[in-house]
C-alpha cells in the first residue's frame, strides 16, 4: 500500500527541514568569524541564513504538494519568479532563470548553458532530498521526478546523475528504518543508469567506508568544483556514514570546506528523510532563518 499524501507532505517537510537546517548552518562558516567554531563544538550566531540551495527546495517541495509530482514548466516558473540575487546563486542559474524570468522557455535556456554542454553542476542535487522522500514507496519514480526537476537547469548528464542518486537516497532511507551503509549505495547505483562519472565517485565512496571525513574528501571531492561529480558521492558518503549523528554530519562538511552549505544541504536533507525531524539537535531550527510562507 503507497503512502498517502499527508504522509508524502510530511516525510518531504522533515526533509527539508534538515536540508535548510543544514545549508544554514554551513553557509555560517563561510565567514571568517565563524571559522574557529569549524574545530569546535560552538554555534554561529543565529539566525542562520538559508542560501539558493533552500530557496530552490521550497519551490520543489511547492509544486510536489500542489501538483503531485514535478510540472516542469510549473517549477521553472517558481525558480524563476522565485529566486533571490541575495541567496548565492551561481553565475549560471542566474544567467539561466533570468533569461525564464524574461519569457524564454526553460527547456532552451537549460540546453544552451554552458556553450551547449548544459549544466554538471551540483544546483539539481542541492535541493532535490525532499523530493526523494516524498515518494519513499516508489523508487522508480523517485528518479523519474529527479530527473524532470534536475532538467529545468541541468541538461548535462552528470548533473541531471546527481540529483537522481540524492533522490534516491533519500527515498531509500525514508522508507528504511534499519539500513547498512553500502546497501544504500548499492540501491543509488542500481537504479542510476546515467553520469559516468557520478558513478565512478559512488563506487569509490562504497570502498572508503570506514574512511575518515578528511580521507573521503581527498579521494571524493568536497564541492569545491561546483559539480555533481564532486560533490555527490562525498555528501552520500558522509550521510551514510554519520545516520544517527546529524550534528557530526553537518560538522563534517565544514571541517573539509569546499561547497560547505551545498554539501551539508544534502546530508541534512538525507538524514532526516530518514530520522525525521527529531534527527536535527535542539535549537538548531529555531536558529534557521523562517522558510517562505508560501510552503505553508
Request: charged share 25%.
Amino acid at each position: 500500500m503507497g503512502l498517502t499524501q499527508q504522509e508524502r507532505t510530511a516525510a518531504a517537510r522533515s526533509s527539508l527541514d534538515g536540508l535548510s537546517v543544514g545549508d544554514a548552518f554551513g553557509d555560517r562558516f563561510f565567514l571568517l568569524a565563524n571559522r574557529d567554531l569549524s574545530r569546535e563544538s560552538g554555534l554561529p550566531p543565529a539566525p542562520w541564513r538559508w542560501t539558493d540551495d533552500s530557496e530552490m527546495a521550497c519551490s520543489v517541495y511547492d509544486v510536489l504538494n500542489r501538483r503531485g509530482g514535478i510540472d516542469q514548466d510549473e517549477l521553472a516558473r517558481c525558480f524563476a519568479e522565485r529566486f533571490d540575487i541575495g541567496r548565492q546563486y551561481g553565475v549560471g542559474a542566474l544567467e539561466l532563470l533570468e533569461r525564464v524570468r524574461r519569457g524564454d522557455h526553460w527547456h532552451r535556456a537549460s540546453r544552451e548553458s554552458f556553450d551547449g554542454r548544459g549544466s554538471y553542476g551540483n544546483g539539481a542535487a542541492m535541493r532535490v532530498a525532499p523530493l526523494g522522500a516524498y515518494f519513499a514507496d516508489d523508487l522508480p519514480r523517485a528518479a523519474r521526478e529527479a530527473e524532470l526537476q534536475a532538467e529545468i537547469t541541468h541538461a548535462h548528464p552528470e548533473g541531471i546523475a546527481g540529483a537522481i542518486a540524492v533522490a534516491l537516497a533519500a527515498a531509500h532511507l525514508a522508507s528504511v528504518r534499519d539500513v547498512e551503509p553500502a546497501a544504500v549505495i548499492d540501491v543509488v547505483m542500481g537504479h542510476l543508469s546515467v553520469g559516468e562519472y557520478v558513478r565512478r565517485g559512488l563506487e569509490r565512496a562504497r570502498g572508503l567506508l570506514a574512511a575518515s571525513p578528511a580521507e573521503a574528501a581527498r579521494e571524493l571531492g568536497n564541492g569545491s568544483r561546483i559539480s555533481a561529480q564532486d560533490t555527490v558521492p562525498f555528501a552520500l558518503w558522509v550521510a551514510v556514514t554519520h545516520l544517527d549523528d546529524y550534528e557530526a554530519a553537518v560538522r563534517a562538511c565544514v571541517q573539509v570546506g569546499g561547497d560547505m552549505d551545498t554539501t551539508a544541504a544534502i546530508i541534512g536533507g538525507l538524514i532526516a528523510a530518514h530520522r525525521g525531524r527529531d534527527a536535527i539537535p535542539d535549537g538548531w531550527l529555531e536558529a534557521r532563518e523562517p522558510l517562505p510562507a508560501f510552503i505553508g
